[in-house]
């Protein structure tokens, strides 16, 4: 056994993602089951290096945890922080922790996260990183803490859109999260039987979408459903804006632009993301108790497993497209 941590802080940076606050529970009574002491830190990196008397950095019991795994979002809040690029401004945030006796950190967060427990690590610290980003674009997990939710939260939406766009005849173009990554609109489009799914990964352009609409319309349908990404080429009113003007003839649809936009951060957790968030907190705390750290916990199949934060940071993780396809034989 290398050094073992006895007193650890816990945060979430980033975007904020459902079941954040199961795995704040798990790596806070997991820690205090070893006897240790836990801090969790406010506002993610600002919060770890905001001055010591903002009070940004407190003590957590088992019982603070209480009554949280069944909230969306995270109880500690979270925050995007430039500072945090500058290694000195760092350093403060390391201070801030020694100053407590704390000597290692477990972040909850996405890539940009990930990026800065790399940096912290670099400059010294014990820090383990936990998969958590709705849009599931993290290297080193099949599957992120917060992205299942999310797609349930959207999906749930889009049934609830058909609904309305069948009574009217209507083509709804729906925008999903996810960033540069297409993984919530695929997700979402395959489980709602879109017409179209455009993403980043694979540029379906106006034409096609057009076509997919019209090709719907001469079915009988009385509704098309096109789901975006976020990171797509055109935005859902940029593609609708050109559906109108050049194809109005074909598509014949009369068309709604809804963004879904932070909605989709705000489910309850699912049972699924629940379970994960448990199995990775715990999992964190199992790496700092045998010494392991500067890795990212994460699941690959159904077992829990670290990948070097070196190895996770500056990628994207690939989209599988064999999924593009099925969605497409499916909606006919
Ligand atoms: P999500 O994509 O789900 O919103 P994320 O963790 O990728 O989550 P970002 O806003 O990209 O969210 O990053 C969160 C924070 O991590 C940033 O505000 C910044 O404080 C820190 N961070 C990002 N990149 C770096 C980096 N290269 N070095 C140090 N810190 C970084």
């Known amino acids: 056994m290398q050094d073992q941590a006895k007193a650890i802080a816990v945060l979430t940076s980033g975007g904020d993602a459902s079941g954040m606050n199961m795995a704040i529970r798990a790596v806070t009574r997991s820690a205090l089951a070893q006897g240790w002491a836990v801090y969790g830190v ?4 600002a919060g770890l290096i ?12 088992a019982r603070d945890v209480g ?3 069944g909230l969306g979002g995270t109880v500690l809040g ?8 500058d290694a000195s401004v760092r350093a403060r945030g390391i201070a801030n922790l020694a100053a407590l006796g704390v000597d290692a950190l477990v972040v909850i967060g996405g890539n940009g996260s990930q990026a800065g427990a790399h940096a912290l690590h670099e400059q010294g610290l014990a820090v383990v990183g936990l998969a958590s980003t709705i849009d599931n674009d993290l290297e080193g997990s099949d599957i992120t803490l917060g992205a299942d939710t ?32 297409g993984y919530l609109a695929l997700t979402v ?56 003007r050049e194809h109005r003839e074909r598509v014949r649809f009369d068309m709604r632009v809804t963004v879904l936009g932070h909605i989709q951060r705000g489910g309850t957790p699912t049972v699924f993301d629940r379970l994960l968030g448990a199995r990775l907190g715990a999992h964190a ?21 670290t990948t070097p934060l070196a190895d996770v940071v500056g990628k994207q993780k690939p989209l599988g497209l064999e999924l593009v396809e099925l969605a497409q034989t499916l909606a006919q």
């Open 78 to 85: 979270s925050a995007r922080c430039k500072d945090f690029h």
């Open 42 to 45: 406010s506002e993610g990196y």
């Open 285 to 305: 705390i199992d790496c700092l108790e045998r010494g392991e750290h500067g890795v990212l916990v994460g699941l690959r199949g159904n077992e829990v497993v």
């Open 150 to 181: 999310a797609a349930n939260v959207a999906v749930d939406a889009v049934d609830k859109l058909r609904v309305t766009s069948s009574s009217h005849r209507r083509a709804s173009i729906v925008e999903v999260m996810g960033r540069s990554c």
């Open 50 to 61: 905001a001055a010591p008397e903002e009070g940004k950095i407190r003590r957590l019991t």
């Open 189 to 244: 489009g395959l489980a709602t039987g879109a017409e179209a799914i455009v993403l980043p990964e694979q540029d379906l352009g106006p034409d096609e979408v057009a076509q997919r609409i019209a090709s719907a319309y001469d079915r009988g349908k009385h509704h098309a459903i096109v789901i975006v990404a976020e990171g797509a080429r055109y935005n859902a009113a940029a593609l609708a804006e050109i559906l109108e």
């Open 67 to 69: 009554g949280i795994l």
